[in-house]
C-alpha cells in the first residue's frame, strides 16, 4: 500500500471491460488494456483507493488547496519585526513534472516506530514533507474512561513506551490534584529517582538510534547497552523493564528494594564515564558534525507558536523546561541546570540530550542522599490498598481491599492537568472525573504529537538525507503519537 | 442571579455568598483545582483567543474535546451555556509564566468552531485529532482531515454514544454467540 504515484493496479483483464461497453472518456490504448487514462478522475480516484489514508496523504500540488501548500511557510513562520515576507522567497515553485513525491515507511528503521513521511522533492531536494501518523492508534483515550482510577496507570503507561514513568506521572498527579492529597515525602522522591533514571535511558535510546541512523552503527549497540542497565535496576525495582504501572495515585507500588542505593550510585559510577567515551566517539567526529551542525534550524518564535517544548524549544536558546518553570514533584529541591542551545539546530538537539544525561545523574546523585525515610504510599485507606498480610487478620482490611478492587475509589468532580517534563517536553494528563471510580474523560498531551508539527518547516528546503536527521533530532515516539 | 431585570429582596444576601466570577476579556474567570480556567460560549471563541494571544498567550501547549453527554450536570459559572461538546485548549504565557484553560461550549447540533492555526500553527495536529475524536469541525482549518483514524472511518469513536463494542470470541465447543 506504499508505493504511491506509481502506476495503477491492472483491472482484472481487458475481456471483462470490453463486456462493460464503450467508454468515451478512455483513450484507444486505455480502452485496449481495460484501464482508465492516465490523469483522468478514474485514475485519481483509484490511487485515493488504494491506500488507507486518502486525502491525509500529501497530494499533488494540483490537487491541494492553497492554504495546506502554505503550512509549511508563510502561515507558520514567525518573522522578527520588520522583515517582510517575500513569497518568492519562500515558496520552491517547482513544475509538478519535475518533482515527485516519495514515500519514506511506515516501515524503515530510521523513522522511529511507524512514522511515515510523504515527500515532494526535486532530485534531492525536499520540497514539501507531510507526516502521517495512526498506524499505532489503539484508542487508549477510550479505553482509559473504561478503566478505574487505579487501573489508569496500566493503560498510561504504554503510550510513550520510552518513557513510561512520565506517562504514569502525568496521570497520578492529576488525579492526585482531582483527589486533592498529598503523597509522602519518600514517594515522592522515589518517583523523582525513577524519572531521571527513565531520563537517561530514554536519552540513550535516542543516541542509539540517532547515531544509527547517521552511520555510526557502532553507537546503536553500546546505547542500547547502556540502557539495558538503567532497565535492569527498573525490572529490580518494579518486576518489569517497561510498563511499569510503578506509580499509582496516592504514591508508589512498592518501596525500594534493598540495597537500591549502591546500584544507583554504581549506575552514577559507571555512565559518566561511558559519556566521555562517546563524546570522543561522536562528538568530534567530523561526519558527524556534518550531518548535524546547521540542518534543520528553527527559531524561538516559531518553535513557541508551534507549541514544540522540551529539547526542541530549548536548542532555540529559549531556557524552559517544567521541572523548573511550573516545579512539580521536589524539582525545587535539587540543583540543576537546564541546558539550551544556540541556533536550534540538530547539533544543539543532540548536544542538549547528550549533556541532559550528565545533568540527570547530577539530580540522581541528589537523590540518593536525600531520599527521606517513611510511607512510600499515602495512608489512606479509602485509596491505598492494604497489605497483603493485613487481609488475614482483619475484617476491615479484608473489606477494604475487596471494595477497592472491585468498585475502586471515587473522586470528586472536576478537571486537572498538571504537566511534566519527559525526556520528550511537556507531557501530562488531562483528566476531567465526574465523581465516579472511573474518569469521564483522559487525554494525554502527548509531546511527540506537537512535536512532529514541526517536522514540515524543518524539512522543508533541506536533503532528503537530512529529513533523516531531521525525524531523528525531533525524537518522536510513534505510541505516543497515536495513542 | 445574573438576572437584574428582576431584582428579589434575597437577592444581595446570595449575592455576597457567591461572589460574581471574575471576567477576563468579557469572559468568567474561575479557579479550577489551582489552575485558571476561563469559560466562553461560541461566539465569544475567536474574540478571546486573540486577545489572549495579544497578552502574551504565546504557546499552545494543547487543544483537545470531552463529550459531556452523559455527565450534563458540571460546574459552570453564569452565564455559560452548557453544550454537550466542549473543547479545552491550554495555553501557556512564557514570558510571565502564566497558564490558562479555555473551556468553551459547542452544540451537538452544529458542532462547529473557528480554528485557531492563524493565531497558533500548534493547533494544527490538536485540532485535527479533535475533529477525527469528536466531530468538531474547525472552520479555516487548512487541512482538517482525520488523523489518527483512517480516513474512511465511520464515526468519530470518543463521543460517549460510540460503543467500545465486543469482539466475539469463538472457543472450542462453546455455545454460538459467546462473547467476551
Same mark, same amino acid.
Given at each position: 500500500?506504499?508505493?504511491?504515484?506509481? +502506476?495503477?493496479?491492472?483491472?482484472? !483483464?481487458?475481456? %471483462?471491460?470490453?463486456?462493460? %461497453?464503450?467508454?468515451?472518456?478512455?483513450?484507444?490504448?486505455?480502452?485496449?488494456?481495460?484501464?482508465?487514462?492516465?490523469?483522468?478522475?478514474?485514475?485519481?480516484?483509484?490511487?485515493?483507493?488504494?491506500?488507507?489514508?486518502?486525502?491525509?496523504?500529501?497530494?499533488?500540488?494540483?490537487?491541494?488547496?492553497?492554504?495546506?501548500?502554505?503550512l509549511?511557510s508563510?502561515?507558520?513562520?514567525?518573522?522578527?519585526e520588520?522583515?517582510? &515576507?517575500?513569497?518568492?522567497?519562500?515558496?520552491?515553485?517547482?513544475?509538478?513534472?519535475?518533482?515527485?513525491?516519495l514515500?519514506?515507511?511506515?516501515?524503515?528503521?530510521?523513522?522511529h516506530?511507524?512514522?511515515?513521511?510523504?515527500?515532494?522533492?526535486?532530485?534531492?531536494?525536499?520540497?514539501?514533507?507531510? =507526516?502521517?501518523?495512526?498506524?499505532?492508534?489503539?484508542?487508549?483515550?477510550?479505553?482509559?474512561?473504561e478503566?478505574?482510577?487505579?487501573?489508569?496507570?496500566?493503560?498510561?503507561?504504554?503510550?510513550d513506551?520510552?518513557?513510561?514513568?512520565?506517562?504514569?506521572?502525568?496521570?497520578?498527579l492529576?488525579?492526585?490534584?482531582?483527589?486533592?492529597?498529598?503523597?509522602?515525602?519518600?514517594?515522592?522522591?522515589?518517583?523523582?529517582?525513577?524519572?531521571?533514571?527513565?531520563?537517561?535511558?530514554?536519552?540513550?535510546?535516542?543516541?542509539?538510534?540517532?547515531?544509527?541512523?547517521?552511520?555510526?552503527?557502532?553507537?546503536?549497540? *553500546?546505547?542500547?547497552?547502556?540502557?539495558?542497565?538503567?532497565?535492569?535496576?527498573?525490572?529490580?525495582?518494579?518486576? &518489569?523493564?517497561?510498563?511499569?504501572?510503578?506509580?499509582?495515585?496516592?504514591?508508589?507500588?512498592?518501596?525500594?528494594?534493598?540495597?537500591?542505593?549502591?546500584?544507583?550510585?554504581?549506575?552514577?559510577?559507571?555512565?559518566?564515564?561511558?559519556?566521555?567515551? *562517546?563524546?570522543?566517539?561522536?562528538?568530534?567526529?567530523?561526519i558527524?558534525?556534518?550531518?548535524?551542525?546547521?540542518?534543520?534550524?528553527?527559531?524561538?518564535?516559531?518553535?513557541?507558536?508551534?507549541?514544540?517544548?522540551?529539547?526542541?524549544?530549548?536548542?532555540?536558546?529559549?531556557a524552559?523546561?517544567?521541572?523548573?518553570?511550573?516545579?512539580?514533584?521536589?524539582?525545587?529541591?535539587?540543583?540543576?541546570?537546564?541546558?539550551?542551545?544556540?541556533?536550534?539546530?540538530?547539533?544543539?538537539? *543532540?548536544?542538549?540530550?547528550?549533556?541532559?544525561?550528565?545533568?540527570?545523574?547530577?539530580?540522581?546523585r541528589?537523590?540518593?542522599?536525600?531520599?527521606?525515610? !517513611?510511607?512510600?504510599?499515602?495512608?489512606?485507606?479509602?485509596?491505598?490498598p492494604?497489605?497483603?498480610?493485613?487481609?488475614?487478620?482483619?475484617?476491615?482490611?479484608?473489606?477494604?481491599?475487596?471494595?477497592?478492587?472491585? +468498585?475502586?475509589?471515587?473522586?470528586? =468532580? !472536576?478537571?486537572? *492537568?498538571?504537566?511534566?517534563?519527559?525526556?520528550?517536553?511537556?507531557?501530562?494528563?488531562?483528566?476531567?472525573?465526574?465523581?465516579?471510580?472511573?474518569p469521564?474523560?483522559?487525554?494525554m498531551?502527548?509531546?511527540?504529537?506537537?512535536?512532529?508539527?514541526?517536522?514540515?518547516?524543518?524539512?522543508?528546503?533541506?536533503?532528503?538525507?537530512d529529513?533523516?536527521?531531521?525525524?531523528?533530532?525531533?525524537?518522536?515516539?510513534?505510541?505516543?503519537?497515536?495513542? | 442571579?445574573?438576572?437584574?431585570?428582576?431584582?428579589?429582596?434575597?437577592?444581595?444576601?446570595?449575592?455576597?455568598?457567591?461572589p460574581?466570577?471574575?471576567?477576563?476579556?468579557?469572559?468568567?474567570?474561575?479557579?479550577? #483545582? @489551582?489552575?485558571?480556567?476561563?469559560?466562553?460560549?461560541?461566539?465569544?471563541?475567536?474574540?478571546?483567543?486573540?486577545?489572549?494571544?495579544?497578552?502574551?498567550?504565546?504557546?499552545?501547549?494543547?487543544?483537545? @474535546?470531552v463529550?459531556?453527554?452523559?455527565?450534563p450536570?458540571?460546574?459552570?459559572?453564569? @452565564?455559560?451555556?452548557?453544550?454537550?461538546?466542549?473543547?479545552?485548549?491550554?495555553?501557556?504565557?512564557?514570558?510571565?509564566?502564566?497558564?490558562?484553560?479555555? #473551556?468553551?461550549?459547542?452544540?451537538?447540533?452544529?458542532?462547529?468552531?473557528?480554528?485557531?492555526?492563524?493565531?497558533?500553527?500548534?493547533?494544527?495536529?490538536?485540532?485535527?485529532?479533535?475533529?477525527?475524536?469528536?466531530?468538531?469541525?474547525?472552520?479555516?482549518?487548512?487541512?482538517?482531515?482525520?488523523i489518527?483514524?483512517?480516513?474512511?472511518?465511520?464515526?468519530?469513536?470518543?463521543?460517549k454514544?460510540?460503543?467500545?463494542?465486543?469482539?466475539?470470541?469463538?472457543?472450542?465447543?462453546?455455545p #454460538? @454467540?459467546?462473547?467476551?
Amino acid at each position: 500500500m506504499s508505493e504511491t504515484g506509481t +502506476e495503477p493496479e491492472p483491472t482484472d !483483464g481487458p475481456a %471483462g471491460s470490453v463486456a462493460t %461497453g464503450p467508454v468515451p472518456k478512455q483513450s484507444l490504448v486505455g480502452r485496449l488494456l481495460g484501464r482508465p487514462r492516465p490523469g483522468s478522475a478514474e485514475i485519481d480516484e483509484m490511487l485515493r483507493m488504494k491506500t488507507d489514508e486518502g486525502s491525509q496523504e500529501l497530494a499533488p500540488r494540483s490537487r491541494t488547496s492553497p492554504q495546506e501548500l502554505e503550512l509549511e511557510s508563510g502561515r507558520v513562520l514567525r518573522l522578527p519585526e520588520g522583515v517582510q &515576507l517575500d513569497r518568492g522567497d519562500i515558496d520552491v515553485e517547482t513544475p509538478e513534472d519535475e518533482s515527485m513525491i516519495l514515500n519514506l515507511g511506515p516501515s524503515h528503521p530510521s523513522t522511529h516506530g511507524v512514522l511515515r513521511i510523504m515527500v515532494e522533492i526535486d532530485g534531492e531536494t525536499v520540497l514539501r514533507s507531510k =507526516p502521517v501518523v495512526g498506524y499505532l492508534h489503539t484508542g487508549m483515550e477510550k479505553t482509559g474512561e473504561e478503566l478505574m482510577y487505579h487501573q489508569g496507570c496500566t493503560n498510561v503507561t504504554r503510550m510513550d513506551y520510552l518513557s513510561p514513568f512520565f506517562n504514569e506521572l502525568g496521570f497520578c498527579l492529576s488525579v492526585e490534584r482531582l483527589l486533592d492529597i498529598e503523597i509522602p515525602a519518600r514517594a515522592v522522591w522515589i518517583r523523582m529517582l525513577m524519572c531521571e533514571l527513565n531520563r537517561i535511558s530514554s536519552h540513550f535510546l535516542w543516541l542509539a538510534t540517532n547515531s544509527a541512523d547517521l552511520g555510526a552503527i557502532n553507537m546503536l549497540v *553500546y546505547g542500547w547497552r547502556e540502557r539495558e542497565m538503567v532497565l535492569a535496576f527498573f525490572e529490580k525495582v518494579t518486576g &518489569l523493564r517497561m510498563n511499569h504501572n510503578y506509580f499509582r495515585p496516592g504514591g508508589v507500588a512498592a518501596d525500594l528494594p534493598d540495597g537500591w542505593r549502591d546500584d544507583v550510585l554504581a549506575l552514577c559510577e559507571a555512565i559518566p564515564k561511558r559519556m566521555d567515551e *562517546y563524546d570522543d566517539l561522536l562528538t568530534g567526529q567530523p561526519i558527524l558534525q556534518n550531518r548535524l551542525v546547521g540542518v534543520g534550524p528553527i527559531d524561538a518564535d516559531t518553535a513557541i507558536s508551534l507549541g514544540l517544548t522540551g529539547p526542541l524549544l530549548r536548542s532555540t536558546g529559549v531556557a524552559w523546561d517544567v521541572r523548573r518553570d511550573v516545579p512539580y514533584l521536589a524539582y525545587d529541591k535539587v540543583d540543576f541546570d537546564v541546558i539550551v542551545g544556540t541556533n536550534g539546530d540538530c547539533w544543539d538537539r *543532540y548536544a542538549i540530550r547528550f549533556n541532559e544525561i550528565r545533568e540527570s545523574i547530577r539530580i540522581i546523585r541528589q537523590i540518593a542522599d536525600a531520599m527521606p525515610v !517513611g510511607d512510600y504510599r499515602i495512608q489512606d485507606k479509602k485509596i491505598t490498598p492494604p497489605p497483603r498480610s493485613r487481609i488475614d487478620e482483619s475484617m476491615e482490611a479484608l473489606i477494604h481491599h475487596f471494595k477497592l478492587y472491585t +468498585e475502586g475509589f471515587r473522586v470528586p =468532580p !472536576g478537571d486537572a *492537568y498538571v504537566p511534566v517534563e519527559s525526556p520528550r517536553g511537556e507531557s501530562g494528563c488531562y483528566i476531567v472525573s465526574d465523581g465516579t471510580a472511573k474518569p469521564y474523560r483522559v487525554h494525554m498531551r502527548s509531546a511527540s504529537l506537537t512535536n512532529l508539527q514541526a517536522m514540515a518547516p524543518l524539512a522543508r528546503g533541506g536533503l532528503l538525507a537530512d529529513t533523516i536527521a531531521i525525524v531523528s533530532t525531533i525524537d518522536p515516539v510513534l505510541g505516543d503519537v497515536d495513542r | 442571579m445574573s438576572d437584574q431585570s428582576a431584582p428579589e429582596p434575597t437577592a444581595p444576601e446570595t449575592e455576597a455568598l457567591i461572589p460574581p466570577p471574575e471576567l477576563l476579556h468579557g469572559c468568567p474567570l474561575v479557579d479550577s #483545582r @489551582g489552575a485558571k480556567v476561563v469559560h466562553c460560549n461560541r461566539e465569544d471563541y475567536l474574540e478571546l483567543c486573540r486577545a489572549l494571544e495579544a497578552d502574551g498567550h504565546s504557546m499552545p501547549i494543547g487543544l483537545t @474535546g470531552v463529550d459531556y453527554l452523559t455527565h450534563p450536570g458540571r460546574d459552570l459559572p453564569a @452565564g455559560i451555556r452548557p453544550e454537550r461538546f466542549e473543547v479545552v485548549v491550554e495555553l501557556q504565557d512564557m514570558a510571565h509564566h502564566r497558564r490558562l484553560r479555555v #473551556r468553551c461550549q459547542v452544540p451537538a447540533s452544529d458542532p462547529r468552531l473557528p480554528s485557531l492555526f492563524d493565531l497558533w500553527p500548534g493547533t494544527e495536529y490538536h485540532e485535527r485529532e479533535t475533529y477525527d475524536m469528536f466531530g468538531v469541525v474547525f472552520d479555516g482549518h487548512p487541512d482538517l482531515t482525520r488523523i489518527l483514524m483512517p480516513e474512511d472511518w465511520e464515526g468519530h469513536p470518543l463521543r460517549k454514544d460510540y460503543d467500545t463494542g465486543h469482539v466475539p470470541v469463538q472457543f472450542k465447543e462453546a455455545p #454460538r @454467540g459467546a462473547t467476551i
